[in-house]
């Protein structure tokens, strides 16, 4: 909560440049997610008013598009595609690795489509696609962002 609650002015000026074009909504979640890596309830009243829509709209789009969490994220983004090519390759039995093994500084996103269906399973860990994974592999992907982290 704290962060964008002392931050009103700070997430009014990412909105704002949305603020007049059509269907700014969007681009304006986009750029709070961008910014603070989730967006926070409390930006929802702000943009309710800047928007000229109510809180439950806002709240609405939000939770419509899978891409917006709600959440502050953990320090690493694992997406693991669930979509039907993926999940032929495994992609659920790493879901499941993942939450048995490495989570702690992970969050975890399951997405459908990664665009890297014949490589399958594929995740994107960061922004960064892999294709045919397994848990050993993940594992190691993982280790190696976090001390890319670090460095
Ligand atoms: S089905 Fe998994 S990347 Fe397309």
Redesign the pocket.
């Known amino acids: 909560m704290g962060d964008t609650e002392q931050n009103e002015q700070e997430i009014t000026g990412l909105i704002n440049p949305f603020v007049d074009q059509a269907g700014g909504l969007l681009p304006a979640l986009h750029a709070l997610q961008e910014n603070y890596g989730y967006i926070d309830g409390a930006a929802i009243p702000i943009l309710a008013d800047h928007f000229n829509q109510t809180r439950a709209d806002v709240h609405g789009v939000i939770s419509f598009y899978h891409d917006f969490r709600s959440e502050k994220p953990a320090r690493h983004i694992v997406k693991i595609?669930q979509?039907?090519?993926?999940q032929a390759m495994g992609s659920r039995a790493l879901v499941d690795h993942v939450n048995a093994h490495i989570a702690g500084d992970i969050t975890i996103e399951k997405v459908y489509?990664?665009?890297?269906?014949a490589c399958?399973p594929?995740v994107m860990v960061d922004g960064r696609t892999y294709g045919r994974v397994d848990a050993a592999r993940l594992n190691a992907i993982v280790a190696s962002h976090r001390s890319d982290a670090k460095s």
């Open positions: 595609c979509a039907e090519a993926c489509c990664l665009g890297n269906c399958g594929a």
